[in-house]
């Protein structure tokens, strides 16, 4: 190998380096957005705030992010591609429709409890409408995911896998029910329930469901 050889080679290895830190930098700086959002109302947030839970300069947020709805738009952007990810597989599984069924109820559940700033951004959006581009393609997203999952509880309905029900209403109320407990985690008070707990209160109240939603052959 020459030498020019050698320092392309150098100069490869050196690009790849630099290519693997400013990601890891990225994955830092998204994370410690996500964590103070699941705490905090967007507007309360600085670029402080987020660069000291980081371990980084403010200055290294806005070279990789450029402005705060920059990064609250790349928050936005990543915790939407896990939740999409997640429920779609959910709904395209290869199992029976009560089995889909039941499953997409607990990767949803899942996505809230791993990843608490959905809540936080689908309680204020619910409270004051959205506000940014941000909020509304996060509410526009979820509509989209909350019709999929509608057409889920329809098709259970259409196989005689569970009795007949308004799978728009259905879909609703459980849409609402998750929220709902899943924001028990997040309280400040009293009210508080680990997300441990959490988890076991949906699966014993989906059993529940379930069970009175399936039908049963008559009896003679």
Known sequence: ???????????????????????????????????????????????EDVAAAAGISPASVYVHFGTKDGLLAAVAERVLAVATEALRTAYAAQAPPLERFAGV???????????????????????????????????????????????????????????????ELMSYFLFGAWNGVAALALRRDALVLAPERVELAVIEAGLTLLDGLMLRPPTT
């Open 1 to 47: 190998m020459d030498d020019a050889e050698r320092t392309d080679e150098r100069s490869t290895d050196a690009a790849a380096r630099g290519s693997r830190r400013r990601e890891r930098t990225r994955a830092l700086v998204l994370d410690a957005a996500e964590q103070l959002l699941s705490r905090r109302a967007a507007e309360e947030i600085r670029v």
């Open 105 to 167: 109820g607990a990767a949803y559940l899942r996505l809230l409890l791993d990843h608490p700033a959905v809540l936080k951004y689908l309680t204020a959006t619910g409270e004051r409408g959205p506000r940014t581009p941000v909020e509304s393609e996060v509410v526009t997203r979820f509509g989209e995911l909350r019709r999929e999952f509608e057409e889920s509880i329809r098709d259970a309905v259409g196989s005689g896998a569970i009795r007949e029900v308004d799978p």
